[in-house]
């Protein structure tokens, strides 16, 4: 899923968040929650089907507080060796 860039789709029905990174020192303040909601309001004018994510355990209750549900452990990514949840926000 990540590793080969020809699997993007530009005018997919899905748009996928590929990560959410905030300086330490800018943590806690809300800005990555502003990231998420310009995120959610840009997809949703372009007429999407909704975002998906994927993110460790310890994330899952943060993006669900976005509306992101939890579809379990990907099989798609493994990425540094770990389980990552998919996520996915339907509108």
Not at 63 to 89: C, P
């Given at each position: 899923?990540?590793?080969?860039?020809?699997?993007?789709?530009?005018?997919?029905?899905?748009?996928?968040?590929?990560?959410?990174?905030?300086?330490?020192?800018?943590?806690?303040?809300g800005?990555?929650?502003?990231?998420?909601?310009c995120?959610?309001?840009?997809?949703?004018?372009?007429?999407?089907?909704?975002?998906?994510?994927?993110?460790?355990?310890?994330?899952?209750?943060?993006?669900?507080?976005?509306?992101?549900?939890?579809?379990?452990?990907?099989?798609?990514?493994?990425?540094?060796?770990?389980?990552?949840?998919?996520?996915?926000?339907?509108?």
């Open positions: 899923m990540y590793e080969k860039a020809s699997m993007h789709n530009e005018h997919g029905a899905w748009q996928m968040i590929f990560g959410v990174n905030t300086l330490p020192s800018y943590r806690n303040h800005f990555a929650g502003q990231l998420i909601q995120a959610i309001h840009n997809a949703k004018i372009q007429g999407g089907k909704g975002l998906v994510l994927t993110c460790k355990d310890r994330l899952v209750p943060y993006y669900a507080k976005f509306g992101f549900k939890n579809e379990g452990i990907s099989d798609k990514s493994t990425h540094g060796n770990v389980s990552w949840n998919q996520m996915r926000l339907t509108f």
